[in-house]
């Protein structure tokens, strides 16, 4: 079984910052894709950003210039820095990593953490 733990949530003022990682164990052929989810009370879960295995990033563009993505293949770790933080930030995020387990190598897997809650408040 593949699991993710993450750490790094808590409360941070508006324009303050915090580090997200998440770090996968278990039963890993490889990992394609990490990336971080959002969900706030009475909103849909929404993609903030990716990265896959080669270094490729992606985010949405209200976090554009704020927050960068980023992995470390040797500790199947990926961060997420945010930087000037906004209120409507504040949600719980969401650890998803897309890997191959060793009992099934040619199957790809979607995996998701705990969740871990960002408030951002004065």
């Known amino acids: 079984q593949v699991q993710l733990v993450e750490s790094g949530g808590g409360l941070v003022q508006p324009g303050g910052s915090l580090r997200l990682s998440c770090a996968a164990s278990?039963?890993?052929?490889?990992?394609?894709?990490m990336g971080w989810y959002r969900q706030a009370p009475g909103k849909q879960r929404e993609l903030v950003a990716t990265?896959?295995?080669?270094?490729?990033?992606n985010y949405v563009d209200s976090v554009k210039g704020r927050f960068t993505i980023t992995r470390d293949n040797a500790k199947n770790t990926v961060y997420l820095q945010m930087n000037s933080l906004k209120p409507e930030d504040a949600s719980v995020y969401y650890c998803?990593?897309?890997?191959?387990?060793?009992?099934?190598?040619?199957?790809?897997?979607?995996?998701w953490g705990q969740g871990t809650l960002v408030t951002v408040s004065s």
């Open positions: 990265i896959t295995s080669d270094g490729s990033t």
């Open positions: 998803n990593a897309r890997v191959a387990s060793v009992t099934s190598p040619l199957r790809s897997l979607e995996v």
């Open positions: 278990g039963s890993i052929f490889s990992i394609n894709a």
